[in-house]
């Protein structure tokens, strides 16, 4: 990745007031929608240059290679701005879940006939992938 590309990219996102932009994970070759995050310049930087997704924590307000704790890692496949460049799509090759709370993604509820209802099950107890217990 040049210096040129990097600083093109950046003059075409409109980063909020926390010099953050929303990036939404996708699996590659299935479409599924994994999860939403946050992502600077330097997490952009970063993915861009090793191909291991890594998004900024606004919680922790660090850096967040994504699998560092759980093993879960997501590999780019490739990056893309919308139309206002105000948010990524990440297209990804996610390693095992994407969610925290050890489902394959994390829109796992859905409003559905009136109620608030849960329509993915725990595929890995988080206890398994964050050693808490």
Not at 36 to 52: H, Q, V
Not at 108 to 132: F, Q, W
Request: negative net charge; aromatic residues 6%; charged residues 25%.
């Amino acid at each position: 990745m040049t210096t040129a590309v990097l600083e093109a990219l950046f003059a075409e996102l409109r980063f909020d007031a926390d010099g953050l932009v929303p990036a939404i994970a996708q699996q590659h070759d299935t479409g599924e929608v994994l999860m939403l995050a946050w992502m600077n310049r330097e997490s952009i930087k970063e993915t861009l240059a090793g191909g291991r997704v890594v998004y900024w924590s606004r919680s922790r307000r660090a850096l967040w290679r994504k699998g560092d704790t759980s093993g879960q890692i997501q590999h780019l496949k490739e990056l893309r701005l919308d139309c206002d460049g105000d948010a990524l799509l990440l297209l990804v090759d996610q390693v095992g879940v994407a969610c925290h709370t050890g489902r394959r993604n994390c829109f796992y509820r859905a409003v559905r006939d009136g109620t608030l209802a849960v329509i993915a099950d725990v595929e890995v107890p988080a206890e398994e992938l964050y050693g808490k217990g």
